[in-house]
Nanobody, 121 residues
């Protein structure tokens, strides 16, 4: 069993910053890509950013230059630094990880429970 636990969400004014964390725990043999997705009210879930185990990153266009994804492989943790936040960034942010366990003998997608980010004046 693998669990992803997010933290760091909250409310912030436009232009502010937040840092999200997501720690993976359980019977983990290896983690491939980790990432962040979000779902705004009334919208589909969308990609925010991903990062491979080697550190290669990918961002949605609207987040480039404002958000930074990073990870600590020793801690099985991924971070999302969000700067210059806008009201349209308001959403539930979900952590994702491709995890290899000896139980599955393959990589399986796991998701966190989500953390609310609200940007409002």
């Amino acid at each position: 069993q693998v669990q992803l636990v997010e933290s760091g969400g909250g409310s912030v004014q436009p232009g502010g910053s937040l840092r999200l964390s997501c720690a993976a725990s359980g019977r983990i043999f290896a983690i491939n890509a980790m990432g962040w997705y979000r779902r705004a009210p009334g919208k589909q879930r969308e990609l925010v950013a991903t990062i491979t185990s080697g550190g290669a990153t990918n961002y949605a266009d609207s987040m480039k230059g404002r958000f930074t994804i990073s990870r600590d492989n020793a801690k099985n943790t991924v971070y999302l630094q969000m700067n210059s936040l806008k009201p349209e960034d308001t959403a539930v942010y979900y952590c994702n990880a491709e995890v290899y366990t000896t139980a599955t003998m393959t990589y399986v997608d796991y998701w966190g429970q989500g953390t609310q980010v609200t940007v409002s004046s």
